[in-house]
T-cell receptor
Framework: GAGVSQSPSNKVTEKGKDVELRCDPI?????LYWYRQRLGQGLEFLIY????????KSGLPSDRFSAERTGESVSTLTIQRTQQEDSAVYLC??????????????FGPGTRLTVL | GQQLNQSPQSMFIQEGEDVSMNCTSS?????WLWYKQDPGEGPVLLIA?????ELTSNGRLTAQFGITRKDSFLNISASIPSDVGIYFC???????????FGEGTQLTVNP
């Protein structure tokens, strides 16, 4: 497809289980971002990948969160030992490159995570 | 850290009315963005602003990048029912890539 895709669209898990969320960026986009959106709130930055550079992990809330990206394509966000406070929509975005002007991010539809 | 204050939190208006929302920041940004989010979807970019004082229109939408680089507003004129949704401002610092988002303005348009 032409846009950013994410899977699954919904994920329900039990407290303590690990989950993996997937993002397919727009083809040719070198930069990829993960955000978290809690109910009724704005988006919180989690992590940013740009090409082969070391990722900016400064937004990850704890060491239970990690993310990987294969080259300039798919990324997975992993949450280990999920807690109820992790319940949120996880949004992925991509841009042609990282930083600079006129280089805006396009968002996927998100994965709604519910931790019981 | 950075904070974006977006107001109002929610608005209930009649179809045809104009609406205005704004964001202020504790930091200077080199880019201000306005997004709209529909239920179950990711945010969609409406307007991007790159220069202090810049006023940009996109159809019935008009947005401005404040002179101080710490604020921006979005106006919607002659609202229609499909304008319903959550509007977010977002800013980017001079040397960064990450966006900082406001808390959103929930707009309801009564036909």
């Amino acid at each position: 497809g032409a846009g950013v895709s994410q899977s699954p669209s919904n994920k329900v898990t039990e407290k303590g289980k690990d989950v993996e969320l997937r993002c397919d960026p727009i083809s040719g986009h070198t930069a990829l971002y993960w955000y978290r959106q809690r109910l009724g709130q704005g988006l919180e930055f989690l992590i940013y990948f740009q090409g082969n550079s070391a990722p900016d992990k400064s937004g990850l809330p704890s060491d239970r969160f990690s993310a990987e990206r294969t080259g300039e394509s798919v990324s997975t966000l992993t949450i280990q030992r999920t807690q109820q406070e992790d319940s949120a929509v996880y949004l992925c975005a991509s841009s042609v490159r990282g930083g600079g002007l006129y280089n805006e991010q396009f968002f996927g539809p998100g994965t709604r995570l519910t931790v019981l | 850290g950075q904070q974006l204050n977006q107001s109002p939190q929610s608005m209930f208006i009649q179809e045809g009315e104009d609406v205005s929302m704004n964001c202020t920041s504790s930091s200077i940004f080199n880019t201000w963005l306005w997004y709209k989010q529909d239920p179950g979807e990711g945010p969609v970019l409406l307007i991007a602003l790159y220069k202090a004082g810049e006023l940009t229109s996109n159809g019935r939408l008009t947005a401005q990048f404040g002179i101080t680089r710490k604020d921006s507003f979005l106006n919607i004129s002659a609202s229609i029912p499909s304008d319903v949704g959550i509007y977010f401002c977002a800013g980017r610092e001079t040397s960064g890539s990450r966006l900082t988002f406001g808390e959103g303005t929930q707009l309801t348009v009564n036909p």
